[in-house]
């Protein structure tokens, strides 16, 4: 099964908002509820940012929100830091017990 | 808190097996699913598969069918992954991930550390 399509990088500039987005099909990320991000730093293990497309897990902050629009699912930062310079990954339940990431984007804070 | 401590680095040649663990605490093992997660060097996440720490059932994705492992030890609450055939494509940062209390396909909430598995003649 594929990937999910994410770009492979965005960039913007501290105080700015930008969005990645998560494409999939009408069997993955637009059936299921079950959507979520996650932000990795170099040499370290992801970490969850948003679940269930839309929900922000306690301790991470509100400038972070998930969005999805048929078979696109999207990511919101708002205000950038630079501490946002990381990877980030969309992650869907695809059915038949099956998991899919997207191949990642690398954001760049200027 | 919630922690998962997985084994140290393992370098392996092609053909041999590892066994990576997963060691969990402050939570109760039996009551979340356990999902294993690769990425090999420079590249994206991959999901392995789940284990049901409580019954012992397991679910792998297709790419896995047939060469992985996946048990649990409940008196230590030690997950295990093992991979067989190892080639060197399957080089990569191993990571233990805590699923969903109710569904094994709720968000990864908590990973582990990550185990570097090397695989090289």
């Known amino acids: 099964q594929s990937v999910l399509t994410q770009p492979a990088s965005v960039s913007g500039s501290p105080g700015q908002s930008i969005t990645i987005s998560c494409t999939g099909t009408?069997?993955?990320?637009?059936?299921?509820?079950?959507v979520s991000w996650y932000q990795q730093h170099p040499g370290k293990a992801p970490k969850l940012m948003i679940y269930?497309?839309?929900k922000r897990p306690s301790g991470v902050s509100n400038r972070f929100s998930g969005s999805r629009s048929g078979n696109t699912a999207s990511l919101t930062i708002s205000g950038l830091q630079a501490e946002d310079e990381a990877d980030y990954y969309c992650?869907?339940?695809?059915?038949?017990?099956?998991?899919?990431f997207g191949g990642g984007t690398k954001l760049t804070v200027l | 808190q919630v922690q998962l401590v997985q084994s140290g680095a393992e370098v392996k040649k092609p053909g041999a097996s590892v066994k990576v663990s997963c060691k969990t605490s402050e939570y109760t093992f039996t009551d979340y699913y356990m999902h294993w997660v690769r990425q090999a060097p420079g590249q994206g996440l991959e999901w392995m598969g789940w284990i049901n720490p409580n019954s012992g059932g397991t679910k792998f994705a297709q790419n896995f069918q047939g060469w992985v492992t996946m048990t649990r030890d409940t008196s230590i609450s030690t997950a295990y992954m093992e991979l067989s055939r190892l080639r060197s494509d399957d080089t990569a940062m191993y990571y233990c991930?805590?699923?969903?209390?109710?569904?094994?396909?709720?968000?990864?909430?908590?990973w582990g550390q990550g185990t570097m598995v090397t695989v090289s003649s």
């Open positions: 009408s069997s993955d990320v637009g059936s299921y509820n079950f």
């Open positions: 991930a805590r699923g969903g209390f109710s569904s094994p396909y709720d968000a990864f909430d908590i």
């Open positions: 992650c869907s339940y695809a059915g038949s017990s099956t998991v899919l």
């Open positions: 269930e497309v839309t």
